[in-house]
């Protein structure tokens, strides 16, 4: 089946730091890729995608490539904010309807 | 307001007695999804719907069922609940499935179920 490895966390970084947090991927046939975010209190909203290989999702200052042939899509941003603060999670969404979510890692970002 | 709201946003029972949490969008979405959060354990997808009158398992999906006879509404069924079965469930819709860009998920702002 398919799966998805994210980074362990908590992660803690002062403001301005740079982040990463990594995630690759199994998956039978040619899967879709996303960042979600979950902040508080709240559901997931998207944060970022990625169709096929070699492309960039960005927003909000952060990216990711879709990487094939190492099934990776890492989360990057140069310089983190309290706000960034969150819940990310990893997933992948194949055509067959199924979709497949990392466990999430904690970001928390200090002044 | 492009929405998915779901009921009871929180809800408390005990062990065999059958409930529903309804879910349902406003955006005319062809996909829909029943999620389970747990501590560690991410996400876990329960059941999906390609389309009305078409559901599928997800990885999870003992002790749930569901129904799309409506576009739009999408509940989760517990027959007979167990303690197992607390968790924070999500529901979700996209536009379209397949490998686009219409495959985005909007989820439901969650119902906290608690079986004793």
């Known amino acids: 089946g398919n799966s998805v490895t994210q980074m362990e966390g908590p992660v803690t970084l002062s403001e301005e730091a740079f982040l990463t947090i990594n995630c690759t991927y199994t998956a039978t046939g040619y899967p879709s890729l996303f960042w979600y975010v979950q902040y508080p209190g709240e559901g997931l909203q998207l944060l970022l995608k990625?169709?096929?290989?070699?492309d960039k999702g960005s927003n909000k200052g952060f990216e990711a490539t879709y990487r094939k042939e190492t099934t990776s899509f890492h989360l990057e941003k140069g310089s983190v904010q309290v706000s960034d603060s969150a819940v990310y999670f990893c997933?992948?969404?194949?055509?067959?309807?199924?979709?497949?979510f990392g466990d999430g890692t904690t970001l928390t970002v200090k002044p | 307001e492009a929405q998915v709201t779901q009921n009871p946003r929180y809800l408390i029972t005990v062990t065999g007695k059958k409930l529903t949490v309804t879910c349902s969008q406003n955006m005319n979405h062809e996909y829909m999804s029943w999620y389970r959060q747990d501590p560690g354990l991410g996400l876990r997808q329960i059941y999906y719907?390609?389309?009305?009158?078409?559901?599928d398992k997800g990885d999870v999906p003992e002790g749930y069922k569901v129904s799309r006879k409506e576009k739009r509404n999408f509940p989760l069924i517990l027959e007979s609940p167990s303690p197992n079965q607390t968790s924070l469930y999500f529901c979700a819709s996209s536009l379209g499935s397949g490998r686009s860009s219409y495959n985005e998920q909007f989820f439901g702002p969650g119902t906290r179920l608690t079986v004793l």
């Open positions: 719907s390609m389309n009305v009158e078409v559901t």
């Open positions: 997933a992948l969404y194949t055509n067959a309807g199924k979709s497949t």
């Open positions: 990625a169709t096929k290989a070699d």
